[in-house]
């Protein structure tokens, strides 16, 4: 099975002085990801937890939203010519029953580690085929999640020292969840972003804890148009990102509800949607 580490040689200059010695790197495969024996989406991902990976994604398609919904993940044996196993092949089979979305899979034919579902149709189709609501500001029953900004400010550090691989290498996302009181929940490692937080998702689903409502998702890099796609398809209310996060991800989250913060470093940051979700300070600047 591909490993996430690998060694490669290199030739270091310090300060003018050449030596040779082996590197360690994050290892990158491609992922083919087959639904009911159909091949649906290839994509480059870091070796490990290609189950939750492959289960995430199909959450963030829509297609699964529960564990009773999963029949089976299997790695496909026989997926080269001479009929070895790879270990980058999966078939998700759904249970008896499942019906399919209709769903464009075209532009997933190929999924790059940096961009997950480039040029995904319009917000449209996120909010016909979300299973959970995330906007609570109509004041229901159930008070929504609501988090102080002293806390926000220190989940970024919570998450670097849970990076395990990242320090031996520099080579990986994260993406992390926390309870509403800031407790780490679950983190995990990939080369592409939006892969870490298919594995998260996946593993919720596969231990029964979709949706997400009570927690905060937090990536270690920009909050693209996916990554906040894949929170609100998962029932996660609040998406924070240490850089920057697109405009297209703003407009989804101000269309559902979703909280979406940027720039998160130290006590800085900027709350671009459900600033209801933040304890701000009612004095705050509006400059």
């Known amino acids: 099975m591909g490993r996430v580490t690998e060694r490669r040689r290199v030739i270091r200059v310090r300060d003018g002085a050449v030596s040779e010695r082996p590197d360690t790197l994050v290892a990158e495969e491609p992922l083919e990801i087959r639904l009911n024996g159909k091949p649906l989406a290839i994509t480059m991902r870091t070796p490990g937890d290609d189950f939750a990976l492959a289960a995430g994604f199909l959450v963030s398609e829509g297609v699964l ?19 070895t196993n ?23 034919v190929y999924t790059t580690s940096s961009c997950g579902l480039c040029g995904k149709a319009s917000l449209d189709a996120v909010r016909t085929t979300a299973r959970w609501t995330i906007d609570d500001t109509d004041g229901g029953s159930v008070p929504p999640v609501r988090l102080g900004t002293d806390l926000l400010a220190c989940l ?28 780490l929940l ?3 490692e990939d080369v592409g972003r939006h892969n870490a937080v298919d594995k998260l998702v996946g593993r919720a689903l596969q231990d029964g804890r979709l949706p997400l409502s009570r927690a905060v998702l937090l990536v270690s890099g920009r909050a693209s148009f996916e990554l906040a796609q894949k929170a609100v398809m998962a029932g996660i209310p609040m998406l924070a990102a240490v ?21 998160l470093r130290g006590s800085s940051m900027n709350v671009y949607a459900g600033e209801h979700r933040i304890a701000l300070e009612a004095t705050a600047s509006r400059g």
């Open 86 to 108: 790879t270990y980058n092949v999966v078939d998700v089979k759904t249970a008896p029953g499942v019906v399919l979305p209709d769903i464009n899979l075209e532009r997933n």
């Open 65 to 83: 939203g529960s564990a009773d919904e999963l029949q089976s993940i299997v790695y496909c044996a026989g997926a080269t010519a001479d009929g």
């Open 156 to 183: 970024p550090d919570r998450l670097r020292a849970a990076q395990r691989v990242f320090d031996r290498t520099g080579g990986l996302h994260a993406a992390a969840l926390f309870s509403e009181d800031g407790e």
């Open 243 to 263: 850089s920057a996060p697109s405009s297209l991800a703003v407009d989804l989250a101000a269309e559902t509800g979703l909280t979406l913060v940027g720039f």
């Open 186 to 188: 679950d983190i995990r």
